[in-house]
């Protein structure tokens, strides 16, 4: 039951597809013929068929009703194909169809839907109320209704009851079946299937079985393959019938038959059948007659009208879908007429042109341009941006009313422009620009394309650059005319001119701002006499160390001031009117000095006479510097000397015989040395006695000919003519050419010692001359042979020569090749042979029962080639021949020797005699080729027209270059048509495989010439640069070698899109100027010739990036007294350097030597530079008279201080290292600005990104960041170059208006992701902080690169689609869907985000969250606070609609309880710090902060995240003891000092007492100061405007004043201990104290303090990040320039007070412990802490413990409370406690004198001095000193006080 449920759906299916598909629009008039063609239909064609009996009658059954939705326009066909169907329609024996009916009708009128049911149907009540009805309701229903009902609710049965009937059996009834035809036409495009597609479907359809059931009622009974059609033939469409059909006879008498004449059915129309009539069975089609000539009967008939209808048609393409090569495709089907079929027989469409193409690719937005015979009117160019010239083929934008380009005939040539001039001035500052920028803005010029449009009606036609003023001259300002312009004459008269005739040189600017002209417009200007001149001679001398220069010095020196152009101006009335090299004076002689006169300068005679001269008559040189230095002078000055009888000489003849391997120089060194020996003059001194008077070049030998040496005589020099005739010659009168060495090594003589030769006449005879052709194995080709045997054969008629010289035949005899390494193996050519002799003697490769010799293995001694057969007899056979090892062949030797070319007046024939020879035996050569034309099995009939022609073409082709040949098993097959040929060659031996290959390409030229050919060449397009490197500018050749061609087209593709024409097509060739990666792909040629063949080949062109030139150094110091040795080198291509002149050095390691005079400063650029590309790099020398480096580095080289070093990167990077040379003597400051090579070239390929190339782009650019992700997270250059890509790909799509897909945003995404990873939280830290002062030279649009990088993302939906987009990758998040009002939506599970009001507007919004975007973005804020850090993800949120209220939830990341808090809610501020960027809360609210949850709320949207700080314990208690304890201080310190000011001239009379009291005023007033200090700072620090200098200020003197506190301190700590231990006066005096208190007190902190701020403040490190006024902490560590002193002090106080306490116990136990007892011991101890601790420092230990525990409230507090109170301690245990300070400030004490002191003395003194006075006692008894009270008195100052 299923099975058959599913059957009855099948068929319902079936026929919804059906009715669809013939109901789609353009398919409406077949619908209508459809179905009148089924209601037409009669019972003629129906056959009676038996119906399958019923099964037995069912007892019950269950009816299921099928509900089928149709979309339909012609119901009143739908229901009469129903009502023609019989019923039940039985799918199996259990199932059956019994009625299939039409319920309902919908159809949209204005207001909506309105559905009406079919007759005895209708809709209940309820669809009539709740949907409306539009007719009566009668009885609870109605017929009409409304709207479309929900829930897919259909009419119902308008009956009430169900009418159920029983199933009985029925009789068997027959069943009337029907046999209908259909026709399947299918269309197949040719592009996207195989040649063989016929032979498929032939084979597919043989193999399936019939009948096919559809259903019970309906099957396929038979399905027959009748009809192929197939374009790819010479005209046009060709239809062929199948085997067993053909068209009826009249088609074929009225069509175009391709018939074979011998075949009576027609089988064959060129082009469609007419009416569509397709084969029919053959039986139905009788044999056509073959006509007889009648009389033809006009009839003359009234055709129906025509109408010819013009219809436009526009196309939108998709650019997403667009490929370079659609519209060239689109093209292409359009001059492809076969798909302009009949619609019907009254419709039809007779022309289709492409007329407008508009391209959204342009600078303008749209462009549309006009294809080839259409235009616009004139006035759509002028209310339209013109891009194109007269004819207005060319516009920006979309035409007006949508008007599209119409035949040129109907326009007319468009009004020309008007020209206005305008004059552009650039002012460029010269400091800014490099010294050539003239010669750059000149070339830059010439490189530019006019005219230039600017709009529709202005435009830019030509652009000159007429005048340059440069600064750079003695005399100011100068300008100078462009060649071809000039300022008018009077401007030179008024002005002071530097030129001569014309006037376009002027001193400063011209008068009125007047440009050069045209020189047209200036006439020659008349001078102006100039004032009388004086000539003053200067004699320079210059001396070279020879040791430093090259040998050729002098040569250069003389060459280079030839090549000055006199007079050379200094000033207005100064100038150089000729300089003269008179005198040159070289230590390189056998003689010492030698010093030689310019030619033209002479000494005088007397002084050749007083010297040792090495001259003759003139007195031009001497051995030694002359007497009183005089130089040559003119030889007009200097009389001929006469000369001193010199001893008679002698002429020697010496030859000198150079021998020179040739693998070792190159090609043309004959003639560089024979233009050398030119350049010499003569003669040239060996000695005083001896010299060269001549030198000549007469004989030059040269192994590379065909005959071995060749020995050529230069000119003027010849052999005697014996010599030739003794000789093999190769010359005519003259014996000036031998072959071989001559005889006896006799050189060739002046030819006037030879007489000319007088040939000797020969006989009128044959002349056999040989040509010898060596070709080099390397550039062999498998053509090259055939190519060469092609010419030979066809070069008789086409040699001009002298009358009485004729060629009679020319014959290719013998071809040698390389057979092994060491061997070459030769071949006789067909009728050619050696003599036996050479066979028996040589190791033959002949068979063993050949009879001929012509097979060797290496030539003959003799060099002898093969001869005629007839000339040679038959050869013995033998079993093995001798093998003779030849040289190593380093060429393939392709010896064509032209048979006997005989030269003769007239061809004169001997008779010869010919050995018998037996008939050899045939040899077969195959080939096979394929014609682009249907296959016919007529083709293999001998008669037939194809095979005629092509077995013609083979044998002709076979007998001219094989000989006598014949054709065997010529036959065609299908697949196109494949035609295979054996040919039978009748040779002495088997042929080479380069004459079968020229047998091959001549049959192929000549059937090619026929018929279609299609011919792939299995060798590559050729390329004239290989390796390919990007920005190369190639040619890419098609080679069709060894076919003939003749006409042809040619046709270039890429990657199967054809590429544009160019002017730069050079017949087989094409230019691709500046190759880059995106050219690279497969390309192709495809040239079509003859009757339409065609010849392809292709090759793959890949690029690679060009590689780095290195150089060393890169720039570096040098000394003038030194050296330095500079290389160069690249991988794979070749460099050389280049001096700062410009000259090739021709090495790659050079040796610099500083010139002389040499001066500080100097720079010496040299470049190294690829010989075979435009590429450089330059190494920069600075040269010094320093003696010493101040750095000297392997890296950075050598420098002065303030210069900066320059070192390369390493391997794979590009950039380079820089490093400043601090005045330690190191290099400081280093930057890294090396980029990976691989994102150097992707940054270079994101400068030139276009539509098609983004995609490419971003997925190669993920794939190189995962590659390489580790290196480049660790590389802030790297970056930062991929921070600059990400925008170069932003503005691309931006300016292009282009959205990126999805797989492209997801590449983008996962490239920026992988920058924000946990390790590269380094290099951005370096970044961030380095923010102000980019890395690289490439700088950013902003001078933050956090900042520039989360800018990316802020653009990022612009230019990322309208559609909804969800990607997730590992590090970012991006949503973009519809704004719904509310909008709430959770992302990664850690932030919330929603919007309570959105609008109410149906918009996007574009959400990214980072998942550690806390890596890249600092924590800075608008306080600029330093401790801040982002602990949130980052969200990103841009909607289409301006928020004014969102909330966004953040979880905590990285939460921890005890060291951080203060949440705050922030968002990224590109503005802050002057567009440094930072976090601020403006329009930001915190909501709550709880389990680790933060909300916050803001009125717009940008990037928010959280920041949040250290919690560190702040509050009102800790400011309220700060303050209070400071003021309390102050107070204190003041009391201090007006105390010890009243009491200071009592205390200075001991000098403990002073030096004591001295460091007690230090101390108060070091705290006093510091104190005030620290309410500056704090003021400071607190300010809402910062201000940095004044906050280092404050610093400073804190720091400062607050050590001087500790090292006073540690002065009196170190005073007591000296007194402690040196209880005795003397030792140091008191003004020796001083100097030391003061000069640790003071000295040491200013030593601390002026090194902490010079090592950090250069670097913004010396005070803290957020302006707050105390030392850095996290950056440089600057605090422990204090903590680490302070605490030291405290360390050394501790341990003098444990020193100090042991002495005075000591002391105290060593007089009488009994006296004292245990209580007082405690008492004195307590005591001594009391006074000591707080002079000592020791309360700021508590320091430490806020340093370790910053959280510790307590330790805060108790830090605070007792250094806010130092000032009291000080008060009180340094001035209050001393009783002497009571004593002194006691006013009647003060005045009494002797008994009253001492009274008051032993009466008020108590504690210590009681004490102390007890010890000095007990001390003096014991040591028998007696001490008065005035002593005591003295005593107990010095400890006392």
Known sequence: MRMALLKALRFGVLMLVICFTLDQPGFRQS???????????????????????????????????????????????????????????????????????????????????QCICEENFAWSYNNCITYGVCDAIIGDTCGCINDLPAGDQFCQSNSSQTVTTTATPSSTQAIDLVDIDVDIVLFIPTSRVSSSIFSYIRSYLQSITFPIPISQSLGVKELHFTTACDPNSANGLQCLCEIGFAWPCDTCNSSNSCNDPSNPFCTCLNGLPSNNDYCQLITNSSVCPTPSPTPVTTVSTTPPPIYEIDLVLEVHIPFSSYQSDTLNGFRESLNNKTFLTPFSKSLNITELFLTTVCDPNSTYGYQCVCESGFAWPCDMCSSNSSCSSQICTCIYGLPSSNEFCEPITDNSICPTSVDIDVDIVVFIPTSRVSSNIISYFRSYLHSITFPIPISQSLGVKELHFTTACDPNSANGLQCQCESGFAWPCDTCNSSNSCNDQTCTCLYGLPPNNEFCQPVSNATICKPTPAPPTVDIDVDIVVFIPTSRVSSNIISYFRSYLHSITFPIPISQSLGVKELHFTTACDPNSANGLQCQCESGFAWPCDTCNSSNSCNDQTCTCLYGLPPNNEFCQPVSNATICKPTPAPPTVDIDVDIVVFIPTSRVSSNIISYFRSYLHSITFPIPISQSLGVKELHFTTACDPNSANGLQCQCESGFAWPCDTCNSSNSCNNQTCTCLYGLPPNNEFCQPVSNATICKPTPAPPTDTEVILVFRVPASIVQNYTLPLLKSKFYNLTNSVTLPAFLNVKEINLTTVCSPHSPEQLRCQCEDSFAWPCDLCNTSNSCNGVTSQQCTCRDGLSSINQYCQPLQSSTPCLATTSLPFITSPPPTMTTLVATPSPITATPVATSSPTTATPVATPSPKNVLGTFTMDMPFSESFNEKNNVVYQTVYNATLNKCTIVLAKCAVKNLNFKAGSTIANYELNVFSSETPTEIKVQITKNEILSEVASKYPVSIVSSSPLSVDKDPLYAGDTINVTCDPSGLTIGNYEILWTREGGELPKQSTFDKYSILIREFSKYDDGMYGCKITFGAGSTFTQTRQLTSRALPLITVSPIKDRVRCSGTRLLTCQVDELKVTLFDPNGRDLGVTSYTFTPPTPCADGDVRTYKCKLTERDSAKEITLVLTTSVNFDCTSDIYGNAMIGDTGIGKCDTNYVGEKTAVCMAGGNYGDEQN??????????????????????????EDLKNATVRNNDLIIKSPATIIAMIKIFENVANTTSSLNVNLGKNSTRNFLESAGLLTIDNARGSWTFLNYNDTKNTTE?????????SAFLNVFENLPSFIGNDSLDINTDFILLNKTRLTDPFNSVYNSSVDIEIPQAGGEEKFITIIIFASMYNVLPGRDQLNTSTNRVHGRVALVRPEVEISNISLTFDVINYTNDTIGNPKCVFWDFSLYDGLGGWSDNGCSLVYFENETVSCN????????????????????????????VGISMACLVICLIIEAIIWRKINKNATSYLRHVSIVNIALSLLIANIWFIIGAAISDADQKNPPACTAATFFIHFFYLALFFWMLASALLLLYRTLSVFDGGLS??????????????????????????????????RENVICWLNWYESKALLAFVVPALLIVVINFVILIVVLYKILRRRVGGNAAQTGEKHVLYVIARSLAVLTPFFGLTWGLGVGVMVSPQNFGINVAFAFFNSLQGFFILVFGTLLDKKVWSAMNIPSLTSQGRTQSTSAGTSSSGLSNLFRKIRINRGSRSGYHMSSTGQSASNDSFNT
């Open 1498 to 1525: 803001c009125n717009h949207t940008t990037s928010f995240s959280i920041l949040m700080s250290p919690d560190s314990p702040r509050s009102l208690i800790l400011d309220y003891i700060t303050y209070i304890g």
């Open 1233 to 1258: 600005n090396c980029v990976l090579q691989v994102i150097v070239d992707l940054l270079d390929r994101s400068k030139n990104l276009n539509t098609l190339t983004i995609p490419v782009f971003l």
């Open 31 to 113: 619908v209508s013929v459809f179905f009148q063609d089924l209601r037409d239909a009669t019972s003629s064609i129906l056959h009676a068929r038996e119906k399958r009996g019923a099964s037995s009658a069912l007892s019950n059954f269950t009816e299921h009703d099928l509900q089928f939705v149709i979309t339909f326009s012609d119901l009143e066909s739908l229901q009469r194909i129903l009502g023609n169907i019989s019923f039940p329609i039985a799918i199996n024996n259990t199932v059956e169809i019994n009625s299939i009916e039409t319920t309902t009708v919908c159809s949209p009128n204005i207001t909506g839907y």
């Open 1630 to 1663: 008191k003004l020796t104290m001083l100097i030391i208190g003061f000069s640790l007190g003071y000295g040491a902190p200013l030593i601390i303090v002026t090194i902490t701020i010079a090592a950090t403040a250069p670097s913004n490190e010396y005070i």
């Open 1338 to 1346: 490439d700088k950013l649009s902003r001078s933050s690169s956090s």
